[in-house]
T-cell receptor
Framework: NAGVMQNPRHLVRRRGQEARLRCSPM?????VYWYRQLPEEGLKFMVY????????ESGMPKERFSAEFPKEGPSILRIQQVVRGDSAAYFC??????????FGPGTRLTVT | GNSVTQMEGPVTLSEEAFLTINCTYTATGYPSLFWYVQYPGEGLQLLLK?????DKGSNKGFEATYRKETTSFHLEKGSVQVSDSAVYFCALLGPSNKLVFGAGTILRVKS
């Protein structure tokens, strides 16, 4: 049973570009979560999605960030017009029923 | 609101020493509690969990007991190995299935 997959593992963007991070949940899991780990900080919740629905986006910055989990395909976290402060590790997790969450390897975003 | 406090690291131990990493929480009600481990350059792996008071989670020699009276979920291992060197995160499951994490504790085990 494949685990949570994320790609790319490393992403370098210049200031002002767009970053797209993808997450494929574990087979059979319909709950997806995104967390961000900033340097020297812990992990912070960003958004919780189920298929085609955003359940809770209270941790998402109000501007430039968006997330989706379409009926077909992976979940996407999109960051428009990236700034240096967006440099972080972004982790996706999935769960079967909203209990135990299993994490992917993360995407490490560097903004130059 | 919900929060998790972990002991600050790094914790440096010799191989075969006893490990305790303290974790306390603040929450409404009795949330499920978790320990995750993160090895360098990797994602988080679920280490163990407990869903109600007095439950003991255990895995790979690690244990933690859900203590309602002291709002604690301390991680213990009787004999650590070099391969246990990692960052350990305590977390609670809050409303809307959000995991709330502690700051993480770096563990370094020397041979």
């Amino acid at each position: 049973n494949a685990g949570v997959m994320q790609n790319p593992r490393h992403l370098v963007r210049r200031r002002g570009q767009e970053a797209r991070l993808r997450c494929s949940p574990m087979k059979g899991h319909s709950h997806v979560y995104w967390y961000r780990q900033l340097p020297e900080e812990g992990l912070k919740f960003m958004v919780y999605l189920q298929k085609e629905n955003i359940i809770d986006e209270s941790g998402m910055p109000k501007e430039r960030f968006s997330a989706e989990f379409p009926k077909e395909g992976p979940s996407i976290l999109r960051i428009q017009q990236v700034v240096r402060g967006d440099s972080a590790a972004y982790f996706c997790a999935s769960s079967l029923k909203g209990d135990e969450q299993y994490f992917g390897p993360g995407t490490r975003l560097t903004v130059t | 609101g919900n929060s998790v406090t972990q002991m600050e690291g790094p914790v440096t131990l010799s191989e075969e020493a006893f490990l305790t990493i303290n974790c306390t929480y603040t929450a409404t009600g009795y949330p499920s509690l978790f320990w995750y481990v993160q090895y360098p350059g990797e994602g988080l792996q679920l280490l163990l969990k407990a869903t109600k008071a007095d439950d003991k989670g255990s895995n790979k020699g690690f244990e933690a007991t859900y203590r309602k009276e002291t709002t604690s979920f301390h991680l213990e291992k009787g004999s650590v190995q070099v391969s246990d060197s990692a960052v350990y995160f305590c977390a609670l499951l809050g409303p809307s299935n959000k995991l709330v994490f502690g700051a993480g504790t770096i563990l370094r085990v020397k041979s």
